[in-house]
C-alpha cells in the first residue's frame, strides 16, 4: 500500500467520498482514506499501486487528479525535509525525464514570479531534464491550501461528519467583492462558527508534494452536457451528477442496469459512458419516443453508445413486467416527486396482502403515522417503498441500487428508507435554497447475510401496517412543499437548482 | 423490443405473475428489423447466465429461428466466440419493431410500436 493524494473538485463535497469508495469496490481494490475532510480538495489516501490508483480516479467525475505523495508539511522547511525522507532514493529515476512542475494554491493566489521561486526551492530534487508544459514524462505538483479570507481554518484533521455540500448562493458574500471572489469555494456552511481575523491569511495551512499518477473522467462532463444534448426534458438529471450516480452504483462494462424512471434516459445514457447496457421504463411512452426529436435511443446515437441500449418499454414500477428474479445488476433512478405534476400511477384497487408494504424508516414506531395505503394519489414513501422492494427481487447479489429523493430543510427530514435484503452503502446530499435531495445508495447482500427473523418481521409489520393503513393519501413531502419550508406562493423555479455552484473547481 | 428483453419480461398482471403460461410472452405479427451493434462477449455471457432458456426457445421459433441449441451453453462452450456471435445477433441484434406481445394465461395483448412495447394496463386488470 502506498499513499497518494487525490485532488477533488471543491463542490458536491458530500458525494466525494462516496464516489471514490464505490471506485474501490468496482475494482475490488482496498483503499484506505487517512484524510479527507468536505472543508479540503486535498485527501490522502492508501493504495496498493499505481495502477490501481489510476484506474479508480480515472473513472472519477469528482476528482481532478491522484498524485504520488512525496511529502508533506505545514510550512516549506516541513515539506522539504518530508520530501528528502520520503523519496531521496528516488529522484536518480526522473534525472532525466520531461517534466513539468505546477503550483495548485486553494484558496491562495501566486503570481508567476512566487510560483517560479516555490518551484525552484525543489532544485535539489536534481531533476535535469527538459520542462515542458505538454507532452511532458512526469508531472509534480506543489499544493497549498490556504484559509479563505474569512480565516476559516480548514480542518487537518479525517472528519467523517457527513456535512452538506452547499451550491454557492450570493447569500453571506455581502462582504467585499475581492472576499467573496475569493472565497468562492470556501466551506460557506462553517462560517457562522468561526471568528474572523482583520487581516486576510499570509501563508497556507497545509502543503504538499505530489507526482502525478493519472487524471480523471472529468471531461465527460463536457461531453454529455445537456446543452448540448439531443433530447432532454426540464427534469433531466445534470451530466455530472448523472455520472457520479452511475459510478455509485457501480455501472461498468457486461452489466445491464435498469431505470424505471427513464424519463429522457440521462441516467441510462451515463451507465452506457461506463460501459453497461441501458434498460428503462416509464410510465409515460411519450418520454421514450420524444416530439420529433427521436426519443431516448437518438441520445445513445449521439454518444456513438447504441449498442448499449438495450430497450425502453412503457410501464409503471407497480405493475412491472419485468420477471421477477435477479436479472439486474444495477438500478438507478430519480423517482417523480410529486411536488409539480403529483405522482401517479395505476390505481391498484387493493392489493391487500399481496404486495409488501413498508416502512419510511425501517422502524416499527414510525408506521402507523407514515404509511400510506396503495391507492391514488400514490404516496411517497410508499413508492420509495416499492423501489426497494423491486430492487430486493430484481439486484443480483451485490447489484446495487442508486435513488435520489428529495428532503426538506430544517423542519422535516424523510426517514431513509430500508430493506432487510438491502445495506445502505452511501448517503450523499444535495442542498438547494428551499430544499435538498439526497442520493441514497444500497447494496443487494447475499442471500445467505439477510438475517430471516428481520425479513420475517418486516414482511409482517408491512402486512399488518397495510391492514390498518390510515386514510391519509397525502403525500407528506408535497405537503411540506407547499406547507412548510415555502413562505411564499409556489413557483416553479424552486424546484430547480438555486444555481449552478461557481466553485473553484 | 429486443429478443433479449421478452425473455426478461412476463405478463404485468399480478394474477398472471406465479402461472407458467404467462411467460414468455407470445409474439404476434411480429415485424422484425435487423440492426448490427458492436460485440460484447462479457455482456452475452453475463446475460447467458440469466436467460431462461426454455423460453428462449419457444421466442425464437417463433421469429423463425431454428438453429438455437436445445442446451443452454455452459462451462467451455462459453468461451466459444461464433456461438456467442450468433447469440449476440439473436439477442441483441434482431428487435421487433411492430406487433404484438400476447399472455398465454390472460391472452392480454401488448401492443410494440416503432420498437416500443407498452405494458400499462387498462383499469379491470390492475
Ligand atoms: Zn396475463
Redesign the pocket.
Known amino acids: 500500500m502506498k499513499e497518494y493524494l487525490i485532488r477533488f473538485v471543491q463542490q458536491h463535497e458530500t458525494f466525494r467520498r462516496a464516489e471514490i469508495e464505490a471506485l474501490a469496490a468496482l475494482f475490488e481494490a482496498q483503499i484506505e482514506i487517512l484524510e479527507y475532510s468536505d472543508d479540503t480538495p486535498f485527501c490522502l489516501v492508501r493504495i496498493q499501486d499505481d495502477a490501481t490508483a489510476r484506474a479508480i480516479v480515472g473513472r472519477s467525475i469528482l476528482t481532478k487528479a491522484v498524485y504520488e505523495l512525496w511529502g508533506r508539511g505545514l510550512t516549506y522547511e516541513e515539506l522539504h525535509e518530508d520530501v528528502r525522507r520520503r523519496t531521496s532514493e528516488k529522484w536518480a529515476q526522473y534525472r532525466n525525464c520531461s517534466f513539468r512542475f505546477d503550483v495548485d494554491a486553494y484558496q491562495g493566489k501566486r503570481n508567476q514570479k512566487e510560483q517560479r521561486k516555490l518551484i525552484e526551492g525543489f532544485s535539489y530534487l536534481g531533476f535535469s531534464g527538459r520542462i515542458q508544459m505538454s507532452k511532458f514524462e512526469e508531472n509534480w505538483c506543489i499544493f497549498e491550501e490556504w484559509d479563505n479570507v474569512f480565516g476559516i481554518a480548514v480542518s487537518s484533521s479525517p472528519s467523517l461528519s457527513p456535512s452538506v455540500s452547499t451550491p454557492s448562493t450570493p447569500s453571506g458574500a455581502n462582504t467585499s467583492s475581492a472576499a467573496a471572489a475569493a472565497a468562492s469555494g470556501g466551506a460557506v456552511s462553517n462560517i457562522k462558527n468561526k471568528p474572523r481575523p482583520e487581516q486576510p491569511p499570509t501563508h497556507p495551512n497545509r502543503l504538499f508534494l505530489g507526482r502525478l499518477i493519472g487524471g480523471s473522467d472529468r471531461e465527460a462532463i463536457v461531453r454529455y452536457d445537456l446543452k448540448k444534448r439531443k433530447y432532454i426534458s426540464t427534469t433531466s438529471m445534470d451530466a455530472e451528477l448523472a455520472l457520479v450516480t452511475a459510478n455509485l452504483a457501480l455501472a461498468a462494462p457486461g452489466k445491464l442496469f435498469f431505470d424505471p424512471f427513464v424519463g429522457t434516459g440521462s441516467f441510462s445514457v451515463a451507465c452506457s459512458h461506463f460501459g453497461a447496457h441501458a434498460l428503462g421504463s416509464d410510465i409515460d411512452g411519450r418520454s421514450i419516443r420524444g416530439k420529433g426529436e427521436g426519443g431516448i435511443v437518438s441520445n445513445f446515437h449521439q454518444y456513438g453508445l447504441v449498442h448499449r441500449f438495450c430497450d425502453s418499454f412503457v410501464s409503471d414500477l407497480t405493475n412491472t413486467p419485468l420477471r421477477p428474479t435477479q436479472l439486474l445488476d444495477g438500478i438507478i433512478c430519480d423517482p417523480p416527486y410529486g411536488v409539480r405534476e403529483g405522482l401517479k400511477v395505476l390505481g391498484s384497487r387493493d392489493g391487500k396482502g399481496k404486495e409488501v408494504i413498508y416502512l419510511a424508516d425501517g422502524t416499527a414506531a414510525h408506521l402507523s403515522s407514515s404509511y400510506i395505503p396503495p391507492k391514488r394519489p400514490y404516496s411517497f414513501e410508499r413508492m420509495q417503498a416499492d423501489i426497494l422492494a423491486f430492487a430486493a427481487t430484481m439486484l443480483v447479489t451485490n447489484g446495487r441500487l442508486s435513488m435520489w429523493m428529495p428532503t426538506a430543510n430544517e423542519d422535516f427530514e424523510l426517514g431513509v428508507p430500508l430493506h432487510p435484503c438491502l445495506e445502505l452503502v452511501s448517503t450523499c446530499i444535495q442542498v438547494f435554497n428551499k430544499w435538498s435531495r439526497r442520493l441514497l445508495t444500497y447494496r443487494r447482500i447475499p442471500d445467505s447475510a439477510v438475517n430471516p427473523t428481520a425479513l420475517t418481521n418486516y414482511q409482517r409489520d408491512m402486512s399488518t401496517l397495510e391492514a390498518h393503513a390510515s386514510a391519509n393519501d397525502l403525500n407528506m413531502f408535497r405537503r411540506k412543499y407547499f406547507e412548510g419550508f415555502r413562505p411564499t406562493t409556489p413557483s416553479t423555479g424552486a424546484l430547480t437548482p438555486a444555481s449552478e455552484s461557481d466553485t473553484t473547481t | 423490443m429486443k429478443v433479449l428483453t421478452v425473455n426478461f419480461l412476463?405478463?404485468?398482471?399480478k394474477?398472471?405473475k406465479t402461472?407458467p403460461?404467462?411467460f414468455p410472452l407470445h409474439f404476434r405479427d411480429a415485424e422484425l428489423a435487423q440492426q448490427d451493434l458492436e460485440f460484447n462477449p462479457e455482456f452475452i455471457k453475463n446475460m447467458l447466465l440469466r436467460l431462461d432458456w426454455n423460453a428462449f426457445r419457444v421466442t425464437t421459433s417463433e421469429l423463425g429461428f431454428s438453429t438455437i441449441p436445445a442446451e443452454k451453453p455452459e462451462g467451455d462452450a462459453l468461451n466459444d466466440e461464433t456461438l456467442l456471435r450468433d447469440l449476440h445477433k439473436v439477442l441483441l441484434e434482431t428487435q421487433v419493431m411492430e406487433g404484438k406481445l400476447v399472455?398465454?394465461?390472460?391472452?392480454?395483448e401488448y401492443a410494440i410500436k416503432e420498437g416500443i412495447a407498452n405494458f400499462l394496463l387498462p383499469n379491470h386488470?390492475v
Not at chain 2, 399472455?103 to 392480454?108: E, M, S, T
Open positions: 412476463t405478463c404485468a398482471v394474477t398472471c402461472s403460461e404467462a399472455c398465454g394465461h390472460c391472452a392480454h386488470l
